[in-house]
């Protein structure tokens, strides 16, 4: 079975995202990938059931 995955668009200003794009290029990831990694992240450490 295949996971659907949805799509979440983010808008920040281009001088935050520059360095977003820096942070993830030295951890050898695209912005998106680092961005996937930080809210699942995020979820996982604050969601409570």
């Keep these: 079975m295949t ?3 949805k799509r979440l668009t ?5 001088e ?3 360095k ?3 942070l993830a ?3 050898d990831r695209t912005a ?3 961005g996937t990694k930080l ?3 995020y979820v ?3 969601f409570k059931e």
């Design 16 to 18: 935050i995202f520059e």
């Design 3 to 5: 996971e659907e995955k």
């Design 44 to 46: 996982k450490n604050n």
């Design 25 to 27: 290029e030295e951890q």
């Design 20 to 22: 977003f794009k820096k």
């Design 10 to 14: 983010l808008l920040i200003d281009q």
């Design 32 to 34: 998106g990938n680092l």
């Design 39 to 41: 809210i699942k992240d």
